[in-house]
């Protein structure tokens, strides 16, 4: 028999590598890991909410019936709470950080961001959905409440990070910044099993992934990055392959394993980018660099970027290392003429 190894035991293996480990990180992960699979269960029933008349019953109490994106959000925070493990957390659908005031809590090493539904828009039509996350050491005290300026950190001083997909099967893939893994949720188990271990991505690809309806409004070196994908060079593989499914966790997933680059620029909409920096830009930037790839904000290091605020947002370019010098390339060309 195939000898299959669990999140869990993943987990506690590399525990045991770090003869300093208290065990906090690993009963933190473990958390991220429950929680992820309530989400899971809940994900995978959406289209069923109407059969089942939940909404109904909602609709009587005088309740809304709970978004998808809610619900993950509070299935993730009740998780991190009783991990003990957490002082507080940022999420992309919290206005302030929250914080967890509780003896317990307040001796918990670590702080938590996350997007916890990412691509939320395609729930209703079954396309691939995530969850982001990223986990900080505290700077402040052990034992006092945290604050803002614990998240106010750069990407560069995670420890790491990861993101749980939804989709033909759930998996989760995480950096603890030695190396990229990825666990399949096995149903019959309900375990998160170890499948993609050490993942590298390829150097080179030939998928790039935009949302081109937006192309009259991208930077020149975009759109000229984009013809030079769509232009015929058989020695280079081009033309490229475009493919936008409209969740980053789904696009950057398929980019990561076969090769590719995924670009969310700054816009005449979007000044500064669509994509936030602490809950999707630098968990991916950590995880990509982590696997051989790249990622920055089409000048600066993802991870070396100060986060002025939690919800800051940021042009996003990231994938495999050759594609990645190309874009900048033409981005430094054009921005200099
Ligand atoms: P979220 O669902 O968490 O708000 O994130 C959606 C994000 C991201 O997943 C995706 O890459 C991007 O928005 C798509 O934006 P466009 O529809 O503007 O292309
Ligand atoms: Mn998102
Ligand atoms: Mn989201």
């Given amino acids: 028999m195939n000898k299959v190894t669990t999140l869990n035991q993943f987990i506690i293996e590399q525990q045991i590598r770090v003869p300093q480990a208290t065990g906090g990180f690993s009963g933190l992960l473990h958390h991220v890991g429950i929680a992820a699979k309530k989400v899971n269960r809940e994900v995978n029933k959406a289209g069923l909410v109407d059969i089942l008349g939940r909404a109904g019953v909602e609709n009587i109490q005088g309740e809304e019936q709970q978004k998808l994106d809610v619900y993950a959000n509070e299935t993730f925070i009740a998780e991190l709470k009783a991990s003990g493990e957490c002082c507080a957390v940022a999420s992309e659908e919290n206005q302030d950080i929250v914080i967890f005031d509780e003896d317990l809590s307040r001796d918990g090493k670590y702080v938590f961001c996350m997007d916890p539904l990412d691509g939320s828009s395609n729930i209703d039509v079954n396309v691939s959905i995530g969850t982001i996350f990223s986990i900080y050491r505290r700077k402040s005290p052990i034992g006092e409440v945290a604050n803002l300026d614990d998240f106010l950190q750069k990407g560069s001083q995670l420890v790491a990070a990861g993101y749980v997909i939804y989709g033909s099967s759930t998996m989760l893939v995480y950096t603890a910044g030695n190396g990229v893994n990825g666990f399949t949720l096995d149903p019959s188990i309900g375990e998160f099993c170890l499948s993609h271990p050490n993942i590298k991505t390829p150097a080179s690809g030939t998928i790039y992934s935009i949302n081109e309806g937006n192309y009259e409004k991208f930077p020149v070196g975009v759109k000229k990055y984009i013809k030079y994908c769509q232009e015929t060079d058989k020695k280079s593989g081009r033309p490229y392959t475009s493919r936008y499914i409209g969740s980053l966790v789904a696009d950057f997933h398929r980019n990561l394993l076969k090769g590719g680059i995924f670009v969310y620029p700054e816009t005449k909409s979007h000044p500064t980018g669509k994509l936030r920096l602490l809950y ?19 000048e600066r290091r993802i991870l070396d970027i100060m986060p002025e605020s939690i919800h800051q947002r940021v042009p996003f370019y990231t994938g495999s290392r050759d594609m990645m010098k190309k874009i900048t390339e033409f981005l430094q060309f054009f921005n200099n003429i």
């Fill in 280 to 298: 999707e830009c630098n968990p991916i930037a950590f995880i990509a660099e982590q696997a051989g790839g790249l990622a920055t904000d089409g």
